[in-house]
């Protein structure tokens, strides 16, 4: 006999939740350069937000909304962070190393571009697909 749940409270509220957390994963994301932040923990939040969407609508559901292969995002993830460190040597200086610039956005003004932000970038796809690659593996495995 199958027993079909009432998780109404669940699901709206998880609208709600998930939102507030990708807002605050892209805060931490941006903050990361200047402040506590940065790829690594703004991944961390980005994956709780995706893993509460996956337990209160299900995997086929978040599949149908979130087409991603994380086993990808991985990769994608450490080519832009490997690129971003060999990207020095062009520049003749060394493995990592770090620099920014100034450019004039036209609602933003003017902000800070820099070399770090890619960094995190790589990072954070990294994290986001290790860390969901992982909770789902778990997730399906039955024995």
């Known amino acids: 006999m199958h ?5 109404l409270i669940l699901k709206t509220f998880t609208v709600l939740i998930s939102f507030i957390l990708f807002g605050f994963a892209v805060h931490l994301f941006f903050a990361g350069h200047n402040e506590p932040g940065g790829g690594f923990v703004g991944g961390l ?29 991985i990769i994608i993830g450490l080519a832009i962070a ?3 460190g060999i ?5 003749n200086q060394p493995f990592l190393s770090h620099t920014f610039t100034y450019v004039n ?4 003004g003017e902000v800070e571009l820099a070399t770090a932000l ?6 954070y796809l990294t994290v986001i697909g290790v ?13």
């Open 131 to 143: 860390t969901m690659t992982i909770i789902l593996t778990i997730s399906r495995d039955r024995n």
């Open 82 to 84: 490997v690129l971003t």
């Open 45 to 73: 939040m980005t994956s709780a937000a995706i893993l509460l969407m996956y337990m209160a609508y299900g995997e086929k559901t978040v599949n149908k909304v979130l087409p991603i292969d994380f086993k990808l995002l």
């Open 3 to 7: 027993v079909k749940t009432n998780d």
């Open 118 to 123: 890619f960094f995190d970038l790589g990072v």
């Open 105 to 108: 956005l036209p609602i933003f």
């Open 87 to 91: 990207g020095s040597f062009v520049f």
